[in-house]
Nanobody, 121 residues
């Protein structure tokens, strides 16, 4: 019932910038965690940035200082601002939301369809 829709991907030159958006069908405040992952062809899916409710984003070492995650609760949208892009940033970028389980409720994890980011001259 939860839907996550990514947008904003595209082709950009090395050193350029893109801003990705993830629009949620419900309140993003209901998620214990929300974050961004990426996966290049033939490679594993890795975390890019992750945010807990009322916390600060955690970033992968490979993107620290270049990427910034933010959210707009009124719009139920999270963003990933990507600056100083490198060819190795080329991947499909996915939005992920997590609701923690409890003794009475199961754990839920939701993924978007992904948006392609290509960094090339």
């Amino acid at each position: 019932q939860v839907q996550l829709v990514e947008s904003g991907g595209g082709l950009v030159q090395p050193g350029g910038s893109l801003r990705l958006s993830c629009a949620a069908s419900g309140s993003i405040s209901s998620f214990n965690e929300i974050g961004w992952y990426r996966q290049a062809p033939g490679k594993q899916r890795d975390v890019v940035a992750d945010l807990t409710y009322a916390g600060s984003p955690n970033y992968a070492d490979s993107v620290k200082g270049r990427f910034t995650m933010s959210k707009d609760n009124a719009k139920n949208t999270v963003y990933l601002q990507m600056n100083s892009l490198k060819p190795e940033d080329t991947a499909v970028y996915y939005c992920r939301a997590l609701i923690y389980g409890s003794i009475r409720s199961p754990r839920y994890e939701y993924w978007g369809q992904g948006t392609q980011v290509t960094v090339s001259s």
